[in-house]
């Protein structure tokens, strides 16, 4: 696993009495080493907690990405081109066409795979599948707390403090939206990358200061007919910009690879 920030605790949390699973090394960033020890010793003693893939004793069968954008270029590509299959939740990042890019080449070099998780949103294998008969558009609303969108450009734009009703801080298409609140653009990347792609995906950003969830909600029409949903994510008490789905997420991954039936 990468990343012991709020989703890569709750995930060893939650994988401590699945005996399919052993998460053999915890890679952290080298200035948080001491206290990402303390943590991880508390919930896997087993994991060793090292900086970078090199030190891992043994070849991993997969590697959990949950760390954040720098991660991907640091430990995921070059443990694609080793053919380690990874998963990843920081999908954002991928809003970097290039480093997209990358990721597919060092996969197709690797010959292995890399798999982007749904995280916080739901619907994307529906998405995906109506993209084969074409999609004509996908809107997307993301809304959180106004105190979420603290240190993005909303802050200073708006007195997010002082809100008191809900306020639109960004309206355009998803590309735009994951340059400008790249830690807050995983869903927006996400679902392009599932569906219309950066440039035709329409995303609306809203502030809100009396919602206690961070609410996204899609609506995505084509050959297929159309889809509406809404996800009303309870944010993790460590990090409240990130939904307690993700973590379900990346649990479900993980067991998927790991036990006999996968859904
Ligand atoms: N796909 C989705 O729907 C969602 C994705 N995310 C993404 O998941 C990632 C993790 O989120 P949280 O756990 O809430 O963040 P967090 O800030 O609580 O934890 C991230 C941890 O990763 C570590 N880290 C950062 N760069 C690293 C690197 N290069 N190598 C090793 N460790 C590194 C940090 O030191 C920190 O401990 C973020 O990129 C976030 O944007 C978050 C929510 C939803
Ligand atoms: O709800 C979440 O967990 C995160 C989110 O909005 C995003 O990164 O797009």
């Known amino acids: 696993m990468i990343g012991s920030g709020a989703i890569g605790l709750s995930v060893l949390s939650l994988l401590k009495n699945d005996s399919d699973v052993s998460i053999d090394s915890v890679i952290v960033a ?11 010793a508390a919930i896997a003693p087993k994991a060793q907690v090292v900086t970078g893939l090199a030190e891992v004793a043994q070849r991993p069968d997969l590697l959990v990405e949950c760390a ?31 480093l997209a890019r990358q990721l597919e080449d060092a996969a197709k070099r690797g010959k292995t795979q890399v798999q982007l998780l749904s995280g916080a949103i739901g ?24 105190l979420a969108w603290k240190d993005t450009p909303a802050d200073g734009q708006f007195k997010l403090e002082a809100l008191t009703e809900p306020t639109v801080i960004f309206e355009g298409p998803a590309g735009e939206a994951a340059r400008l609140f ?8 996400t679902l392009s990358l599932a569906g219309l792609g950066l440039d035709r995906t329409q995303v609306r950003l809203i502030a809100d200061p009396s919602s206690k969830e961070n609410v996204h909600h899609v609506e995505a029409s084509g050959a297929f007919g159309s889809f ?9 008490a460590a990090n409240p910009k990130t939904s ?4 379900y997420s990346v649990v479900r991954a993980i067991g998927n ?7």
């Open 30 to 40: 080298p200035d948080t080493l001491d206290q990402a020890r303390e943590q991880v």
């Open 68 to 98: 954040g954008h720098g991660a991907l270029r640091a430990h995921v590509l070059p443990a694609l081109e080793q053919g380690i299959p990874c998963v990843v939740v920081s999908i954002g990042a991928l809003s970097d066409v290039e």
């Open 123 to 146: 619907g994307i294998d529906a998405l995906a599948a109506a993209k084969i008969g074409g999609l004509d558009s996908v809107v997307y609303t993301g809304r959180k707390p106004a």
């Open 182 to 189: 790249p830690k807050n653009a995983n869903v927006a990347a």
């Open 228 to 236: 509406e949903i809404t996800m009303r994510g309870k944010p993790l």
């Open 244 to 247: 307690a789905l993700t973590v």
């Open 257 to 263: 690879q790991a036990h006999a039936v996968a859904i």
